[in-house]
């Protein structure tokens, strides 16, 4: 039943009881997880979409001074690619049931995302070395805080895929390891979608066209 | 013709999909203390609430002491009295409100009322609750640091509240933002549950549209915190960098008692852009539970069904929606296009719409209802005179013209504590009267409960109606002392010191409240399974108070909607959403 449906129904109407009484109720541990993964998704949408929408205001004042390029990101975001397809691999090949290609999967997605934040470490080393480098450069202050915030999420997912590889040794549950492994797929997708978008629209040189046309503003 | 809900052929057999496993503990440390229980938890998040807002209480005595009398206490001093101001707001808001309509309102009722054993990630809830209480440990530890708490004001505008000359400048803002952020995170876990909970283990029968208003209230008011928290979240964060760290998102450059600041470029605008996008949000996702649980109070307590349950289900939800574009009217004064504010003046009033269309229901429920005045009654009915009274405040400051004259003068005090504050905290007695029974299986005495609500309802008149006043003569918010001013008379003192006994009185009023929630959990009369005659799952269950899982063996299948009082042709005056129809006892009159 559409939301827009079961919004107008009458419930205290005789006919409309016969159709809620079955509603089959009841916890459905997978439906719920897979709810839970998509509502913290959306907060987590909201939180860089203020970050971007607050980095595109500031960036239309006359005294906003780009930070300086780190190359290093291109690479960083293939690394970060590779992760994303490494665990679409594993997602797929426990679909299948095969299991050895999903702990390959699984740990090289792992392994790319260790990499991926060490190459972001190494981007904050470069960008401090760097001539222009001024903390109270809001650009520069900026990248440091969007990188950190979605290097956490990034950690935080770590956890989550740690506690997926811990299970899939010896004999387990194959149909929730796959719900782990689908929830990990899609957090790391969505992931991988953001950094593309701060990436794209913040660190690849002056956009402020491009982002103020997006808020509405030009 | 049969009136009597729906025939009986609509029978539903009991769920058959798969019970959620229940962790069991064993011993006192796990059933109370390291609790999965949402009732438990609910306990837990609602004490320390209460706790952390008995604090706030008394910071606002010691603020009204001042106004009232000025300079007549020794430990008042115009820095300390704008640490009173800030801590009083951020507690009363967040720490009390929003913890205790969702944290515990929210966790008591949710399982209970859509009828499940527990919320779907017990674990997750109980971590909620840990988190939710390091944040309220680390906001009582700024009181004991150097310098102080921070007394910035609760809107922390940047850049007074980081520089050196703000009371708390150094170490309670710290502690403060990180207390915030510490709260998000906690929150968004349990917001999760609460979000889960409630569209994925509604038991068999519950629809979204039987759904109790509280559920509604509650349930949407979570998705707002949930979406409009993280604005709060980041700017606490930009605001920990540029203190600790030196950087510039707020800061500008600027010169700070007589030297120049390291701070270049930062935009102290966006961040009143960031907080107000939590800040009205914030508004709703205490107003909405209150307006939710209030509508199922005025409904029991009149024996009568909610009038136009679909229209309170969309207004909640339309309320919500609008929230997140009215933020700004917050900023008339900050400086912003004149469009924007002509823009954020018709959204706000747009909201009038709805939330008019509630009170309009509310009232006609309570006509031709067969009211009984009871406490939670009077409580609700007392939420809607605060509720109307702080709404219509609230069309004079929405209009750009009307609100830059009214802005920062006691009208705006005046007018959100009405709103916020009398009506919310009117809502949450009512239901502590209304769900006590449940909780602890005893009545609340009804004499004590009766004085404590005429005391506290004629005392918060007599503090904030005199107050629109103040503000219509000019007299300023946040003030330790306004001097001599001539365009304020030498009468406005004498209100002020009525204003400070009132609120002295209404305070400690609170203590007869404290007194009977004890008093009436070892004392009260036995309140049975069902005291209030309601309809809901809460009062169907086996036991009273509810067990750990609820509903005993098996859940409750559910056929109807929550609000079947004074049903024609029905025995009782009350039919619960758990009977069927076959099993509904009739009268022998059929009409």
Known sequence: MGIFHELTVKPWATDQGKVDDLHAGGTSPPAARKLALRVFLAVVAVLFTLLVTAYSGRMAYEDWRPAPQVSLLWA???????????????????????????????????????????????????????????????????????????????????????????????????????QSVELCTVYWHFLLLVWLVLFGLLFTGNNLDVLLKLCGIR | ????????????????????????????????????????????????????????????WFMRLQLGFPNSFQFINPSNY?????????????????????????????????????????????????????????????????????????????????????????????LMLVSLALFIIGFTMGGLNYVVTVLQARTRGM???RLPLTVWGIFTATILALLAFPALFVSAIMMLLDLTLGTSFFMPALVSMGQQSEHTGGNPLLFQHLFWFFGHPEVYIVALPAFGIVSDLLSVHARKNIFGYRMMVWAIVAIGGLSFLVWAHHMYVSGMNPYFGFFFATTTLIIAIPTALKVYNWVLTLWHGNIRLTVPMLFAIGFIFAFIHGGLTGLFLGNVTVSVPLSDTMFVVAHFHMVMAVAPIMVVFGAIYHWYPKITGRMLNDTLGKFHFWVTFLGTYAVYLPMHYLGFLGVPRRYYAVGGTDFI????????????????????????????????????????????????????????????????????????????????????DFIPQNVPAREVARSGTKT
């Open chain 2, 207 to 209: 629809t979204m549209m």
């Open chain 1, 76 to 178: 960083n975001t293939l690394v970060l690619i590779l992760s994303s397809v490494a665990l679409q691999w594993a997602q797929y090949s426990v679909r299948r049931g095969r299991i050895d290609a999903m702990r390959v999967g699984l740990l090289a997605g792992g392994t790319f995302t260790v990499v991926f934040l060490f190459g972001q470490f190494l981007a904050w080393r470069q960008l401090a070395t760097m001539v222009y480098f001024e903390l109270t450069n809001p650009a520069i202050a900026f990248f440091y805080l969007i990188t950190g915030l979605h290097g956490a999420h990034l950690l935080g997912g770590l956890v989550a895929w740690g506690r997926t590889v811990a299970r899939v040794w010896g004999d387990f549950d194959v149909a929730k390891t796959r």
């Open chain 2, 489 to 572: 008379p030498a009468s406005a003192q004498s209100l002020n010191a009525g204003i400070t006994i009132a609120a002295l009185i209404a305070g400690a009023v609170q203590a007869v409240f404290l007194y009977n929630l004890v008093w009436s959990y070892f004392k009260g009369k036995p309140a049975g399974g069902n005291p209030w005659n309601a309809t809901t799952l809460e009062w169907q269950t086996p036991d009273t108070p509810p067990k750990h899982g609820n509903f005993g063996p098996t859940l409750p299948s559910v056929y109807r909607w929550a609000y079947d009082y004074s049903v024609p042709g029905a025995e009782q």
């Open chain 2, 82 to 174: 704008l640490q009173f101001v800030t801590q009083h707001g951020m507690i009363m808001v967040i720490y009390l409100l929003t913890a205790l309509f969702l944290g515990g309102f929210g966790n008591y009722l949710i399982p209970l009322m859509v009828g499940a054993r527990d919320m779907v990630f017990p674990y997750v809830n109980m971590v909620s609750y840990w988190v939710y209480l390091s944040a309220v440990l680390l906001l009582i530890a700024s009181f004991f640091v150097a310098g102080g708490p921070t007394g910035a004001g609760w809107t922390l505008y940047p850049p007074q509240a980081i520089l050196q000359g703000t009371p708390g400048a150094t170490w309670g803002i710290i």
């Open chain 2, 1 to 60: 013709m049969d009136y009597v809900a729906h025939d009986a052929s609509a029978f539903a057999p009991p769920a058959e999909v798969d019970e959620m496993e229940l962790y069991h503990p064993k011993t006192f440390v796990g059933k109370y203390i390291w609790s999965q229980d949402a009732k438990v938890i609910a306990i837990q998040y609602a004490i320390t609430a209460i706790g952390i807002g008995l604090v706030a209480l008394v910071l606002s």
